[in-house]
């Protein structure tokens, strides 16, 4: 019979630590929260300083009474949940469902999962933390009061189903706020002039500068030739030759939130699947007899804090030495975090620098490898030296027109070696060369290419630059940015298209009801705050009932004025002025979870069901008539056809955009490249800029 008896959240974690700690412990599993707000009614006591009403969550009574009876024939219970405020509420609630003294040493925390961590944790253990559950009940509090409240409005004013929160309406007002930069962006004419020089049979590219030393607006093609009439000749002279050393630093280790965004750049994962693989390799992964059987392989997921501790650095240090040489050695980096709450936490990173992603191709699933590389590349990389480049920037000179031409070469590359960062454009760091060049030297152009281009709109959000946003804008946190993107999708507020965010007329219709009717909570500034007032709630400097009631004061005014005075959206179902070419009768529009859809009157005899042509403001190149329409294949693949189909059999796999090609005057069109969009000519070699 165990003496002990630990409380993990999830069976997998259970297992792991189990092994560690030997046969006087039993390790069980709480399977998440067990005690909640109840779902069928809001939990709060209004008159009694907002004091939730915690229940038993359903299908969790058998998992209580299974931990209770353990917990009396145990010496001691140790509540082990996750190293963060989730964790620590679930830890207090257990304690007070078992009668544990929430002020004896009961809680254990640990941020990996590793036999020296565990050890180590069951050494200090200590009371439990009451700032960080105030923290996690203020947020959970402040939830309910704004979705349990203003989501039955909008089920009664609108349609059921649809929710509204701090965090996830924040997240789609954004994604409309860009939508909409996008709509009025009106694209500006500009220019450049590329010039191919030689020297000897070596040639280069340089860009023009400037003219006697003065910036030059090249917005029009006049101003260009304006410039083209000061060269008459080929013969540049290169006026100055600059060359330095720079060195670049590596990244530091990852966050929650820049493993999210690098996981989306370089493995093109979502969000959820980032977080669902990480906490896989957290909780363990059996290594096997020989390698120590199940082993957590990474630290604790959700953090924002980029500190690493002295055995992990140390151990990082020793391991880049052995495997690189002395050299590769970074000095310490320590970072400073921004806040408090951070200090206790580290970064994510491996448990081990030695267990390298090769070590672990064999035991690993493919997507799980794909990530624990990143990881471990990230984290050797943030402790390794410098790259250091060769630089040298050359101007020419013809009648004061003056060309820049950059050469660059890695002199030493340090942490380049294992890791470089992506980047939303997918330019790759390489050896630029130049010519070996001097001043008074002359050369010449073999050609001047001007250029024409065309400001572009702000991209749309991806869930990676999304997240970077929110994340600068100081909204949500670690443990929120996956299931906020989760929501506004399955409520229908946004969808993705070719993996950005797009708002549906749904989300735009609750949206702007929020804006109306209770704008604190759309407003980022606001819900930032609200951020670091549960901050300081875990540093112990507020309570949370203060924060809760300065809240409530004005949202409640605010929901008695929202009752009484917002009207009634009724979604009507719109003639869409066709028939159904299966029964005859007449086809409709209706609100569906992703916008609006062709159905038939005749439902539910009939289930006939058609998207609506979206049309794209091109008028179509062949018949001249009709407008240019996006489609869907047989295969859901996305096709761009004429409207006035069958009479016009117009089609293109690429978008085509309004403006004719500058070169030839034929038809542009918006090709998908990697890692995002290029405007090419359909019919010469005109390409223009890529764009992410």
């Not at 009371?127 to 939830?143: C, S």
């Not at 000179?397 to 070469?409: E, L, P, T």
Request: positive net charge; aromatic residues 8%.
């Amino acid at each position: 019979m165990a003496d002990y008896l630990v409380i993990v959240e999830s069976p997998a974690k259970a297992k792991t630590i189990e092994r560690y700690l030997g046969k006087k412990y039993k390790v069980k599993a709480s399977m998440g929260h067990v005690i909640d707000l109840p779902k069928s009614q809001m939990g709060i006591d209004y008159e009694n300083d907002y004091k939730p009403k915690y229940i038993t969550i359903r299908g969790k009574g058998p998992v209580l009474k299974e931990l209770k009876t353990a917990a009396k024939k145990a010496k001691k219970v140790y509540l082990a949940a996750d190293p963060d405020r989730e964790g620590e509420a679930i830890a207090w609630h257990l304690a007070h469902a078992l009668n544990i003294d929430e002020d004896s040493d009961c809680r254990v925390v640990f941020n990996e999962i590793t036999k020296d961590a565990i050890k180590e944790s069951f050494k200090q253990p200590r009371a439990i933390n009451m700032n960080l559950v105030d923290a996690q009940q203020g947020r959970r509090i402040l939830d309910r009061l704004v979705g349990y409240n203003i989501s039955p409005l909008l089920w009664k004013k609108v349609k059921k189903g649809l929710s509204a929160g701090r965090v996830q309406s924040v997240a789609v007002k954004m994604i409309i706020d860009r939508e909409n930069e996008i709509k009025n962006f009106q694209p500006e004419e500009y220019w450049s002039i590329e010039g191919l020089f030689n020297k000897g049979e070596e040639s280069f590219e340089g860009q023009f500068y400037r003219v006697d030393n003065e910036k030059v607006n090249l917005s029009t093609k006049a101003d260009v030739d304006n410039v083209l009439k000061l060269m008459p000749s080929k013969e540049f002279q290169v006026e100055s030759v600059k060359k330095k050393e720079r060195k670049r630093n590596p990244s530091l280790p990852f966050t929650t939130s820049s493993l999210q965004q690098e996981a989306a750049r370089k493995l093109n994962y979502r969000a959820r699947k980032t977080m669902m693989l990480a906490q896989q390799l957290y909780e363990g992964i059996d290594l096997g007899k020989k390698e120590g059987g199940i082993t957590g392989l990474i630290t604790y997921m959700r953090t924002d804090s980029t500190r690493l501790s002295e055995t992990a650095r140390n151990e990082g240090r020793q391991f880049i030495e052995q495997q690189y040489g002395k050299d590769y050695v970074g000095a310490d980096r320590s970072s400073k975090s921004k806040q408090k709450t951070q200090d206790a936490h580290e970064a994510i990173r491996p448990t081990s620098a030695f267990r390298t992603p090769a070590s672990l191709k064999a035991i690993l699933s493919r997507d799980q490898y794909r990530l624990y590389k990143l990881i471990w590349e990230r984290f050797t990389s943030s402790l390794m030296s410098p790259a250091i480049m060769d630089t040298v920037t050359v101007t020419l000179n013809q009648n004061g027109v003056q060309f820049r031409a950059n050469g660059s070469q890695i002199k030493f590359k340090g942490f380049m070696e294992v890791y470089i960062e992506g980047n939303d454009d997918n330019k790759k760091e390489e050896d630029r060369l130049l010519p070996e060049l001097e001043e008074g030297m002359t050369v010449s152009s073999e050609k001047i290419m001007p250029n024409q281009h065309f400001t572009q709109p702000p991209p749309r959000y991806t869930e990676a630059r999304l997240v970077k946003t929110m994340e600068e804008k100081g909204i949500g946190r670690p443990s929120t940015y996956a299931p906020t993107l989760d929501t506004i999708q399955k409520r229908g507020y946004v969808s993705l298209d070719n993996k950005r965010f797009v708002p549906t007329e749904l989300g735009e219709i609750v949206i702007d009801l929020v804006i109306e009717f209770f704008p604190e909570i759309i407003d980022i500034d606001f819900t930032a705050q609200m951020e670091h007032d549960l901050d300081q709630i875990e540093d112990g400097e507020i309570k949370w009932i203060k924060i809760i009631d300065d809240f409530y004061q004005g949202f409640e005014k605010r929901l008695q004025k929202a009752e009484k005075e917002m009207e009634k959206i009724e979604i009507k179902d719109e003639p869409a002025g066709e028939q159904c070419e299966k029964c005859g009768s007449e086809m409709v529009y209706k609100m569906g979870r992703y916008g609006k859809f062709m159905a038939c009157s005749n439902f539910p005899e009939c289930r006939n069901t058609k998207p609506i042509l979206k049309e794209i403001g091109v008028d179509c190149p062949k018949c001249k008539k009709g407008q240019i329409v996006e489609r869907k294949s047989k295969k859901k693949r996305t096709f761009y056809g004429c409207d006035q189909y069958p009479e016009c059999d117009f089609l293109s796999w690429d978008k085509p955009i309004e403006r004719p090609c500058p070169k030839c005057e034929e038809m542009l069109v918006e090709k998908k490249v990697k890692k995002g969009t290029q405007i090419q000519c359909s019919s010469c070699d005109y390409k223009e800029e890529q764009q992410s």
